[in-house]
């Protein structure tokens, strides 16, 4: 290679076609906090928010307000040097729109307009800034959050360094919202620093919000990064087999002794912990104490960490409303097929063709069935020595976000069985944590029906279309019409009696004539 030339130039002399620039728009959300300033760019505009760039920077421009009722000069300045960089990176990547959103810290100092002025100037006036009221703030976050809980029914808490936004939500809408002023380093400076003195300071203003009263026995949704650090927190402790904070549940006891540990412990010992993050440990006693008080004033049954908020709340407005109201479980997988499959067409034949076995089914077996043959022919493109655990991982690990842990584990463990995963093989030990017996052996079953279903039709549904399967009693009878170019070939025959065995029951091929 041609070491004069460009990468670029070098790879096209040898005869390598380039890749086109992406054509998937992109779009950028600067989120001005109190603690920290984060850029994240987006691509595409798609139910499940795919994530191309995310970086941070914890600069404490609200430390000092409740004091001074001003932001920290330091600070101000690391904002403007830091919002310069997510400028040009935002430009560089060519994400369109690009809005810059402020909250708790800059809408309550006496100095934030002059601050904003400032960022006008460094910026230019074609990124916009938008100072979120309290309300806006929540709102925004609730519609983040529904992206990933579309039925949520309880109370969102979005935690911050400035405030904390409360959501009433309703089988998936929003409701009545209050705004407080106790995010953590806001409650730590009224506080004093003392977490036994802001137990005080936290009930008193968590009980003037009279409706969280009519949250008991519902969900508890958490939001922010404070949270998600004592969710990570508790991930490594108890060695849960996934480390994914959205979508992580605790019961409520659970939840309620996480926070009186964290509320208790000495920061030498928060240090020590496993998982506890260096740059939130400050944080955290006083994160806890919200979630206590809480937990005490709402009744929730269950708390749920959930990894969306402000910044998706602002993507998904960019959304049509057909996208933004679209199952996110099923937008899920059909991202993945159209990514790493290789016919569109095949799924929707591949949810009819198993139809026949799993009759009875409930709504949410169904959707899983359904995304399960979306994402069945996702590692057609993998070297054929790990396409089971490659499609596994993708599957388990993907950034859909209306994905529970549950879903996640099943539609793995389907599809790797689809691709003839020993059963036994250690990497499936995830969903085998994750799953029940029942839905253990449901998965089976459909990832033998797969396997099967892709022997006979060559991932086509051409061929597909000149097979049948059916229940009759204790028999199950696969129909194959003659000439389709479908045979009861050994590896069929083989097939047919893994899944005849899989549900219990007596297999026949039969032979038709088109």
């Known amino acids: ?200 300071v936290a009930r008193a203003e968590l009980d003037r919000v009279a409706w969280l009263k009519g949250a008991a026995g519902r969900d508890l949704y958490l939001v922010g990064g404070a949270w998600r650090a004592l969710a990570r927190m508790h991930i490594a402790q108890t060695a849960y087999p996934l480390m994914i904070v959205h979508h992580y549940v605790l019961p409520r006891d659970e939840a309620r002794d996480l926070a009186s540990m964290v509320t208790a412990a000495t920061r030498r010992t928060l240090e020590r912990m496993p998982g506890a993050p260096a740059k939130r440990v400050a944080d955290l006693p006083f994160a806890a104490v919200v979630l206590r008080r809480l937990l005490r004033v709402t009744g929730a049954r269950r708390v749920v960490f959930s990894a969306n908020g402000l910044r998706e709340g602002w993507y998904a407005e960019l959304l049509p409303e057909a996208v933004r109201r679209s199952d996110p479980l099923l937008a899920a997988g059909q991202d993945l097929a159209l990514r790493f499959g290789r016919d569109p067409r095949l799924p929707e034949a591949l949810f009819r063709w198993t139809a026949p076995l799993f009759e009875g089914e409930r709504p949410a077996e169904r959707a899983l069935r359904e995304a399960a043959c979306w994402v069945s022919d996702i590692g057609s493109h993998d070297h054929p020595d790990y396409r089971a655990e490659q499609a ?29 995963a020993e059963p036994d093989a250690p990497w499936l030990g995830t969903s085998r944590a994750l799953l029940d017996a029942a839905a253990m052996r449901r998965a089976e079953m459909l990832g033998a029906a797969l396997r099967l279903a892709y022997t006979l039709s060559g991932g086509t549904p051409a061929l597909l279309a000149g097979t049948a399967l059916a229940r009759r009693g204790g028999r199950l009878a696969l129909r194959l019409v003659a000439g389709s170019g479908v045979f009861a070939g050994e590896s069929v025959v083989r097939r047919v009696e893994a899944l005849g065995a899989a549900f219990g029951l007596e297999t026949v091929v039969e032979v038709a004539r088109g």
């Open 392 to 420: 596994f991982l993708r599957v388990l690990r993907q950034p859909g976000v209306g994905l529970d842990h549950h879903a996640r584990a099943f539609l793995a463990l389907v599809v790797a069985l689809r691709y003839e």
């Open 1 to 200: 290679m041609d070491l004069a030339l460009s990468p670029g130039a070098a790879l096209a002399r040898a005869g390598h076609a380039l890749a086109p620039h992406a054509a998937l728009p992109r779009c950028g959300v600067v989120d001005l906090g109190s603690n920290s300033v984060r850029l994240v760019v987006f691509e595409g505009r798609v139910r499940n928010p795919v994530t191309v760039f995310n970086e941070k920077a914890v600069l404490g421009l609200g430390r000092g307000l409740a004091a001074t009722g001003r932001l920290n000069g330091a600070a101000m300045e690391q904002a403007l040097t830091v919002m310069a960089r997510y400028h040009a990176v935002a430009r560089a990547m060519e994400a369109d729109p690009v809005e810059v959103l402020a909250t708790a810290a800059v809408r309550d100092a006496a100095n934030g307009a002059e601050f904003v002025e400032a960022l006008r100037a460094r910026l230019g006036p074609e990124v916009p800034i938008r100072i979120l009221s309290g309300e806006a703030e929540a709102r925004l976050s609730a519609e983040g959050v529904l992206l990933g809980f579309p039925e949520a029914h309880g109370v969102l808490a979005d935690l911050g360094g400035g405030s904390l936004e409360l959501v009433e939500l309703e089988e998936g809408r929003a409701g009545r919202v209050a705004s407080l002023p106790l995010g953590t380093l806001r409650l730590a400076e009224r506080a004093g620093g003392e977490p036994a003195r802001a137990r005080a």
